[in-house]
């Protein structure tokens, strides 16, 4: 096992990795901007690294500045977190030529699994279900209308580099399919440097759930359950649990054998995650993309299943065995993301934070990157913390996650705190069957 770990990310999810970092006794390192001096992963790390000002691509997205930052504390492995540099294959190839520890699946694998159409291309002929589309970029409107009629619509128009559901939209018909096309050609270059297109056959009122996949050292790769995250404004996720309420039996087998698949496919190692859209009317389910990283709502499948993700990966890079021989799981999760934004128009809101109070109680988690004092800056993600749950029944778990959001006490910037006590009390989602739909007719009353 190597001895020391550089964390190259920020906020909470670099307190998170950190945390199991120290437990194992290992060197936990710490890179950080000059907009986060302050936050609390830098103070929770063995040594930490002033790696540039607060734009990301001068500190968490320079690679040359991270890499430097390893040599100069002789740091032996590298976590990259998520987003970031997390699913950059070329930056995980220079961490191995470094002589360093990569802590993530093969840089292959995630440079297979970053074009969706090629990942599309690669999951059918695993055998694992895709929707009706398209197996090459379409290179323009023309088309896309044409291949658009092949599919039938409702169609789902997606830039096949990228993610965070930038350069994506559902049309209906032609002249919406045209102006959604070129929307997504243009963002997709501006955020992804790549114009590549790919279309889908839209599927009404699915629900969006993933599974979690650990690749062990010795090829074998295992599902550790599913966990249902249809709660998505702008395509974003804002709730996750697990299990999902909309998914059991042979349903629930048929999903878990798919993702286990996929990861022997490409050869995956460590912890990834398998997306699908399930059609509730006809129990269908369809390959959605696959997360060549540790997910933000891992740690709802942490507490069905009592293994702690982060340390698996570590386990895995170091070449060593899982410490843990069952994942069966254990009651119910759901966890929530805390933001800085508006709970109505969910636009982001920075700001310092004034009051910064979290609910405590058996049962409940946070994995908070900030604490009262911080500024919320305007470079990153808003993203404040996650508050997770875990009680014996979904029931139970709602009734604790509504105490603890009402616990939850932020002042300074806006939080999206009002919106989550609203969506735990909505009806749809209080009896499981909310579906990808859910905020927008929330938000459309």
Not at 180 to 206: N, W
Not at 228 to 238: G, L, T, Y
Not at 323 to 348: N, Q
Request: proline share 7%; hydrophobic share 45%; net charge negative.
């Amino acid at each position: 096992m190597f001895e020391s770990v550089l964390v190259a990310n920020r906020g909470e999810i670099a307190s998170r990795i950190i945390r199991t970092v120290r437990a194992m006794g290992l060197k936990a390192i710490a890179v950080y901007s000059e907009a986060d001096a302050d936050l609390p992963f830098v103070a929770e790390a063995d040594e930490a690294i002033l790696i540039g000002p607060p734009p990301p691509a001068r500190s968490y997205l320079d690679a040359p500045r991270i890499l430097e930052a390893a040599r100069r504390t002789n740091a032996q492995a590298v976590h990259p977190g998520y987003g970031f540099l997390a699913e950059n294959a070329d930056f995980a190839r220079q961490v191995i030529d470094a002589g360093l520890v990569w802590i993530g699946p093969p840089p292959l694998a995630i440079a297979r699994m970053g074009d969706k159409i090629n990942a599309r291309n690669l999951m059918k002929d695993a055998g694992v279900p895709v929707a009706p589309g398209v197996w090459e970029p379409v290179p323009d409107a023309g088309t896309a209308a044409e291949e658009a009629e092949r599919i039938g619509y409702p169609v789902m128009v997606k830039a096949a580099a990228g993610g965070g559901g930038i350069g994506m939209a559902a049309v209906r018909d032609e002249a919406a399919l045209r102006a959604a096309f070129e929307t997504a050609r243009t963002r997709a270059e501006r955020f992804f440097g790549s114009a590549d297109i790919l279309l889908e056959r839209y599927v009404e009122r699915a629900r969006h759930v993933e599974v979690q996949i650990l690749g062990l050292a010795d090829g074998t790769v295992l599902a550790l359950g599913e966990r249902d995250c249809s709660v998505q404004r702008r395509h974003q996720k804002v709730a996750e649990e697990a299990p999902s309420p909309g998914v059991a039996g042979e349903l629930r087998e048929r999903m878990l054998a798919a993702a286990v698949r996929a990861g022997e496919a490409i050869g995956y190692r460590g912890a990834g995650t398998v997306e699908f859209l399930v059609d509730p009317a006809t129990k269908d389910l369809f390959f959605l993309e696959m997360n060549t990283r540790l997910q933000v709502e891992h740690p709802v499948t942490e507490l069905v299943t009592g293994i702690d993700l982060v340390e698996q990966q570590l386990l895995v890079a170091a070449g060593e065995p899982v410490s843990f021989t069952t994942a069966e799981p254990r009651g119910h999760a759901i966890e929530l993301r805390v933001y800085a934004e508006d709970p109505v128009r969910f636009l982001p809101g920075p700001g310092r934070i004034g009051v910064w109070e979290e609910p405590v109680g058996d049962g409940i988690r946070i994995d908070a990157g900030y604490a009262e004092g911080n500024t919320v800056t305007p470079h990153y993600d808003p993203l404040l913390a996650k508050l997770c749950v875990h009680a014996d029944t979904r029931d139970d778990a709602l009734r604790r996650a509504r105490a603890a959001v009402g616990a939850f006490r932020i002042e300074g910037p806006k939080t999206n705190l009002p919106f989550l006590a609203e969506l735990l009390d909505h009806p749809e989602f209080a009896d499981g069957s909310y579906d990808t739909g859910l905020v927008g007719r929330m938000r459309e009353r």
